[in-house]
């Protein structure tokens, strides 16, 4: 079964296929109960976050870390680098590359899609990828993109590490309070949003703000966490947090 994306048009209206990188998968060392895709940030690749997440006690998982497609981007000038999506400076008001966005969700599925139907699902980021997470997070939310295509894929849980949330500006409030179904989803998913109050590439604020946001809209089953001193990386403290917040959420076994 395959989960197909939107393809990306060009400045001319021609539309063509992103190409993407490799995706490295950590298998796990315990009985298989749980897959989680993890999304790199801006400029990495699979391979760097698939050597730390081999080394975290969760046996259980199995961890894949695709790499983004190598595309020019806005914020560099137009010079070209991994990236789940174009996008300039971050700031509230800047436009958001949603095909760019349905493109990435559109390739998790389609990794999620082969998993067999009795393992639990999660999807996870650090900043650029933590923002594409939140993303994939409201396609399942409301079962579709932005453009009014069908989304099908499952998720179980959703961590977000030094991200924010992309199309912020959207209306969720309105979309929640038509649909039964999108709200029960959105007051069950449990979503892990950690943020260090150091950080000056993704500053804390967009981080409590986005997690307030979310809040504010009836996701009951999101924890926000902050970490004094924390700058844009991670530390042994936030990827505690995160095993012991996965192990609960997705009840996995101790070993």
């Known amino acids: 079964m395959s989960f197909t994306g939107p393809s990306i048009g060009s400045a001319g209206g021609r539309r063509e296929a992103l190409e993407f990188g490799r995706t490295h998968v950590v298998r796990p060392k315990g009985r298989h109960q749980a897959t989680v895709v ?60 949603v095909e760019g966005l349905e493109a990435a969700a559109g390739h998790v599925a389609n990794l999620l899609s082969i998993e067999p139907a009795d393992i639990k699902l ?45 199309c912020s500006k959207l209306n969720l409030k309105a979309k929640i309070e038509r649909h039964n179904e999108v709200a029960r989803r959105v007051a069950s998913l449990p979503i892990l949003l950690c943020h260090g109050k150091g950080d000056d590439v993704v500053p804390y604020k967009f981080g409590e703000k986005f997690a307030l946001a979310l809040s504010s809209n009836g996701f009951e089953n999101m924890t926000f966490k902050s970490y004094n001193g924390l700058g844009h990386y991670t530390i042994p403290e936030e990827m505690e947090e995160v095993c012991t917040w996965l192990t609960s959420k997705l009840g996995l076994d101790s070993r």
């Open 38 to 97: 993890w999304l790199h940030g801006l400029g990495d690749n699979g391979s760097s976050w698939s050597q730390l997440l081999e080394t975290l006690p969760l046996p259980n998982i199995k961890w894949i870390c695709p790499t983004a497609p190598t595309r020019p981007i806005t914020l560099f000038g137009g010079f070209p680098t991994t990236t789940w999506f174009d996008m300039g400076e971050l700031s509230e008001d800047a436009p958001d590359d």
């Open 122 to 166: 999660g999807i996870g980021g650090f900043s650029m990828g933590a923002a594409t997470s939140l993303y994939f997070a409201t396609c399942f939310i409301h079962g579709k993109y932005e453009n009014g295509d069908l989304y099908p894929a499952n998720v179980s849980a959703v961590v977000g590490l030094s991200g924010w949330l992309p």
